[in-house]
């Protein structure tokens, strides 16, 4: 299998499936944006961005190997994805890079409370990943197999994402699964025969009451775990995030002292921190209390993988 990286490593630890494109981050924006012909913003940046390529970096520069299922564009900006996934030692396959496709760039606005609004080119890569785009079987030294995310991809529906989770497990790997918000009035009941292969399950508490139909985060966490998910962890920003298993009910606060600059990327940096102690056969609680200070120091800087 060809791969371009920097170590020469062919055996990832950890493998992420997803999206990777370029932000663009504006801050802060207020509605005078719209009103005027020059706005002065305090700090224009450019960084790598989506959730697999988030996570896929910030595990890699906590020293994971670190494989990267994805496409990109034969573009600039697919070069400057290249040149990254290079200087991290994150391993992506030759044929990720497709001539005709658009590497996806979004453009970021982030309100002074870090609140973020995002324009986005939906015929860009961002959307554009398909089942038959993963190469399985997976790798064998793969543990860890995250798939980021639920919902981003057209073409990739609950059929595919069984197809897809089945032969996660058939090859005995953990499989996480990030998500964000259901486009089509998906169920949980609807996602039933994917989502039952599912270990642990990362939704956000809004990701996680659409997708439920409920009204409350532990009533939420009930519905998915009744589906089959192994371990419901539901982020809940500055309240931490709640856990559900069989055997397991538990609140974890979130890092106490936290100033919030920009949330672009929280989550990813939550589920990466949460995978990187997994790796290391922390327990569940210490996984998820690992995964709130990640998210912590996330939302402290601009940018969705620089705090670390």
Avoid at 132 to 152: G, H, N, R
Wanted: with cysteine; hydrophobic share 40%.
């Amino acid at each position: 299998m060809d791969k371009c990286n920097i170590r020469g490593e062919i055996n990832p630890e950890i493998l992420i499936i997803g999206a990777a494109i370029l932000d663009i981050l504006v801050r802060p924006v207020g509605v005078d944006v719209f009103r005027v012909g020059s706005y002065n913003a305090e700090d224009i940046r450019m960084s790598v961005g989506a959730d697999a390529l988030n996570e896929a970096t910030i595990l890699a520069k906590m020293g994971k190997s670190v494989g990267l299922e994805t496409v990109i564009g034969k573009d600039k900006a697919g070069k400057l994805i290249l040149d990254h996934c290079r200087e991290q030692g994150i391993l992506l396959r030759a044929d990720s890079v497709r001539e005709g496709l658009s590497t996806g760039i979004n453009v970021v606005l982030v309100e002074e409370d870090g609140r973020r609004s995002f324009l986005t080119n939906p015929h860009g890569s961002l959307r554009k990943l398909r089942l038959e785009d993963i190469t399985v079987p997976f790798p064998e030294s793969a543990k860890i197999v995250c798939f980021a995310s639920l919902f981003v991809f057209p073409e990739i529906r609950t059929r595919e994402l069984e197809i897809l989770f089945a032969q996660v497990k058939k090859q005995n790997k953990i499989l996480c699964v990030d998500m964000t918000k259901c486009k089509n009035h998906e169920t949980a009941e609807e996602m039933e025969s994917a989502l039952r292969y599912v270990d642990y399950l990362f939704p956000n508490d809004e990701e996680a009451l659409l997708l439920t139909g409920q009204k409350s985060v532990e009533e939420s966490a009930e519905v998915l775990l009744n589906i089959g998910v192994k371990h419901v962890v539901i982020k809940c920003g500055a309240r931490g995030c709640y856990i559900r298993t069989v055997q397991e009910k538990m609140w974890i606060p979130a890092a106490e002292g936290v100033k919030c600059v920009d949330t672009t990327g929280a989550g990813d940096s939550f589920a990466a921190g949460f995978i990187y102690a997994l790796s290391e056969g922390q327990n569940l609680k210490d996984c998820a209390q690992y995964a709130n200070i990640c998210g912590g120091k996330a939302v402290e800087v601009m940018g969705s993988t620089e705090w670390i």
